[in-house]
């Protein structure tokens, strides 16, 4: 661990930073990356059951081209740290913001269901580096008293998207008049739907140029005078900045050495602090929550819902899905991650059961009954609720804190890369096991929720208010 003798304590030196709308600018503008990866992965929503139309496929293939972005995303979180160690974060974030562009434009011009399948990869791609680039960068510019709140923007950022994007696939359906397939600026509305992310991508390229590079990353090639410069702007005047850049360079020392080796030891290949790592990134996922975001206007539909409701059912679990991020951006740093995680576990389980509950009855005339429709719909947006104050922001706050700094790269790239294959199962295995048995299908969700509460109390432990340096 780093020597901190010379240096005040951390909350001494950040507590009340003399550019803080600055650094709230720097933390914004990286977690457009997040916007994008909200955006990206959720509005193929809009264009599930067109895809299936258009190309004539079953749940089976259906899935699989959903789903297929994932490993784009897989492989782009298990490069991203290595990219961003040699060419730095800033341009990283620049290669993320073409990859972004290129898969929208292609997503809206497919020939066939196989380079459709393709561009999803791309911008899957983008997407992972994007879940990485983004909580340690700004893990690395903020200063520690606000690290919480500060890194929080990248899932705050991560809602909006997703929010965004149903808002947008909502007006596109009814500008279309209601069909996926309705003809729209010269292309079908779903098309439209994917081109969208074009805006918002060159936008997040736009305001890469206009953020700093990160103190450690200059610090590591030798800019110790730029790396002052900036460390001045995010953590105030009132620091031995000397002291501050020996402590940073002892610990990046010790990361220039890390490698994917480092990770391993202990009993079961990895070292622990990296399963809990994974673990973490797992459960997030095994609760099924994307399933909401990639699926949710087919699932409405196949319980009798018509397809603009569906559509604005869509956009409404995204607003509860801001409104609990918020909870968690206030209550982040003041509560702890831990509790919170805590928290949304209880609340996740009551409502994934009540929805296993719901889905459990037959449908009356192509619907649920009424009771069980309302009980379906109130349960789906309360786990949504506890999923967004909870684990939506203290995974990723977690993953950009938990690890010592001399694995804190390789570790985050693998937990990383950990979340998106399960975030790949999960999405890959809806379609068919709804087609199974939807209850059953929620129970098995509504499990590993309830799983994630012995797990967090027995291995998690809490990282508010902990300097990077004083993970070890």
């Not at 066939?112 to 990485?132: E, H, N, P, T």
């Not at 509305?189 to 590079?213: D, K, N, T």
């Not at 602090?273 to 196949?302: E, R």
């Not at 509790?339 to 409502?351: C, F, N, T, Y």
Request: proline share 4%.
């Amino acid at each position: 661990m780093a020597s901190t003798s010379q240096a005040p304590s951390p909350g001494a030196r950040t507590a009340h930073p003399d550019h803080l709308g600055h650094v709230i600018f720097i933390a914004a503008a990286a977690a457009m990356g997040g916007f994008l990866f909200g955006y990206d992965s959720s509005v193929i929503n809009g264009a599930v059951e067109a895809i299936r139309d258009r190309y004539d496929v079953g749940s089976a293939v259906l899935a699989q081209v959903i789903a297929v972005a994932l490993i784009g995303c897989a492989i782009g979180a298990a490069t991203a740290g290595r990219i961003a160690d040699r060419i730095g974060r800033i341009r990283c974030m620049q290669i993320a913001a073409v990859l972004f562009t290129v898969s929208a434009v292609g997503s809206a011009l497919p020939f066939a269901l196989w380079d459709l399948a393709m561009w999803r990869i791309i911008g899957g791609f983008a997407i992972g580096m994007a879940s990485v680039i983004g909580p340690a960068y700004i893990a690395e510019v903020s200063p520690p008293a606000y690290r919480g709140r500060l890194g929080s923007f990248q899932q705050a950022a991560i809602v909006i998207g997703i929010a965004v994007s149903q808002l947008v696939n909502w007006g596109l359906l009814n500008a279309a008049g209601g069909d996926q397939r309705g003809e729209l600026m010269g292309l079908e509305a779903w098309q439209v739907m994917l081109g969208v992310m074009v805006i918002p991508a060159v936008l997040y390229g736009l305001l890469s140029f206009a953020i700093p590079e990160s103190p450690r990353f200059l610090l590591s090639v030798g800019k110790r005078e730029r790396a002052k410069e900036i460390l001045r702007e995010v953590e105030g005047k009132d620091v031995d900045f000397d002291a501050r850049v020996a402590e940073i360079e002892h610990a990046m020392h010790r990361e220039e050495k890390s490698s994917f080796k480092d990770l391993l030891g202990g009993s079961f290949f990895f070292k622990p602090i990296v399963w809990i790592g994974i673990g973490l990134s797992v459960f997030q996922q095994f609760v099924g929550i994307n399933v909401a975001f990639y699926y949710s206007s087919t699932l409405w539909q196949s319980v009798g819902v018509d397809p603009t409701q569906s559509f604005f059912y869509s956009f409404t679990t995204s607003i509860i899905n801001i409104v609990g991020t918020v909870i968690a951006m206030i209550f982040v740093d003041r509560v702890g991650r831990k509790p919170l995680a805590l928290i949304g576990s209880v609340g996740m389980v009551i409502g994934l059961a009540l929805e296993a509950w719901a889905f459990s009855f037959d449908l009356v005339d192509g619907k649920l009954p009424a009771t069980q429709g309302w009980v379906a719909l109130i349960a789906a947006h309360v786990f949504v609720l506890f999923f967004a104050l909870s684990w939506g922001v203290v995974v990723w706050v977690f993953l950009g804190e938990m690890f010592p700094n001399r694995i804190r790269a390789a570790a985050l790239g693998v937990a990383a890369s950990a979340q998106w294959i399960a975030n790949w199962a999960i999405t890959a295995s809806f379609p068919s096991l709804a087609d199974w048995n939807l209850s059953v299908t929620y129970v098995i969700y509504t499990i590993f929720a309830a799983l994630s509460i012995p797990f967090v109390l027995k291995f998690v432990k809490e990282t508010k208010g902990k300097a990077l340096e004083e993970m070890g």
